[in-house]
């Protein structure tokens, strides 16, 4: 009898990876935006329209192959970004349309930057916080919510509360075939069909007559806004407690707060009101979005702030916001200066990635 090596079998190689394909998801999000915001021909709208749903649809895929072949360091920050990209591109341009209340969108996008920030604050103090699976339930709400909505603008409206029926229905027989293998449930499936139900029942007792006059959109966001600051609930209360603990809030917290209200709240709702600037708004907002991912990624591993320093940006947000907001220069200046905040926005970022490369790379956790 042969003694054992202990030895472990080497991991077979996967011709795609977990990280391969979150890539490959946010490089697909332009399709859609773009879509949403020229409004082309019905034909590309609805391949828009399919294109972003197998985009938001294959969310798990990567989750799943990286808890086949081990997590690694990049996967733990490209796929949470990945997802608050999703819904950037897709949500920002109906606000460009006045299809999404800027209220809404702005609400949804300050409390992901303030969330994030509080993350890395977290980290910074060596304090960990239990996280409930309400994280994963806002996802789906965001996602699932944008989705229904898609339905209500582009579906005519006598079919729209039916093809919502539809859709409802199937995540019921999806949850129940769920339940009845595993004898459990996910709190995302099982709640799904009762969003969506909500949506259908609102659609029924007042469908829209027009572009206008969409109450089941605005169910959509009012509820998307509800979950989204209810999951985030447990960080807020946590990081304050930490905050107390650990000798209170420092000048680089009251800096991170700020950058979230700027490009939340002076940003985001300013395309309802000047829907020219959308593209360098979504590019800046990406961005920021990405940055605050790397420093989730730093402050968790080095236990200090990013290199990507986020005073100027913030300052160039709120630049652009007042002056756009109070009408303080005339529009052309004001495109070029969102053009000049959203390139600012990226090269800070890639400077940001580029410095703590080495943390950031290819490693497994």
Request: hydrophobic content about 55%; aromatic content about 10%; proline content about 7%.
């Amino acid at each position: 009898m042969t003694e054992s090596t202990g030895s472990v079998a080497p991991k077979p190689r996967r011709w795609i990876t977990a990280n391969q394909v979150t890539i490959i998801r946010i490089l697909a999000l332009p399709f859609p935006c773009w879509a949403l915001l020229t409004r082309p021909p019905d034909v590309i709208m609805w391949a828009a329209f399919v294109f972003g749903a197998v985009v938001g649809a294959t969310d798990f895929v990567d989750g799943w192959m990286a808890r086949r072949d081990g997590p690694t360091t990049l996967g733990g920050l490209l796929d949470p970004v990945a997802d608050k990209l999703f819904i950037a591109m897709l949500l920002l341009p109906l606000v460009a349309h006045d299809e999404c209340p800027g209220w809404a969108a702005g609400a949804l996008f300050t409390r992901e930057l303030l969330i994030t920030s509080l993350r890395s604050s977290m980290a910074i103090r060596e304090q960990k916080l239990k996280t409930s699976s309400l994280g994963k339930l806002k996802t789906v709400v965001q996602m699932g919510g944008l989705a229904a909505f898609f339905l209500t603008i582009f579906v005519p409206a006598p079919a729209m509360p039916w093809s919502l029926f539809g859709c409802t229905t199937a995540f019921l027989l999806l949850a129940l075939w769920w339940f009845w293998r595993r004898k459990e449930l996910p709190l995302w499936l099982g709640f799904t069909p009762v969003l969506l139900y909500t949506i259908f029942a609102v659609a029924m007792l007042r469908p829209s007559t027009g572009p206008g006059d969409n109450d089941a959109g605005t169910t959509v966001f009012i509820l998307m806004v509800f979950f989204t600051w209810v999951s985030g609930f447990d960080y807020l209360t946590g990081s304050f407690r930490a905050f107390r603990a650990t000798g209170g809030v420092t000048l680089p917290d009251v800096a991170r707060v700020v950058w979230s209200c700027a490009h939340g709240l002076a940003l985001v709702p300013l395309l309802g009101k000047q829907p020219s600037l959308a593209v360098p708004v979504i590019i800046a907002l990406c961005a920021e979005l990405s940055l605050g991912g790397v420093e989730n990624l730093v402050s968790a591993e080095l236990k200090r702030w990013g290199r990507g320093s986020v005073v100027p940006t913030m300052l160039a947000a709120l630049t652009v916001g007042v002056a756009a907001w109070f009408e303080l220069v005339p529009l052309n200046i004001l495109e070029m200066g969102a053009w000049g905040m959203a390139i600012f926005s990226v090269v800070n970022l890639l400077v940001a990635f580029v410095l703590d490369r080495k943390v950031i790379m290819d490693q497994p956790v």
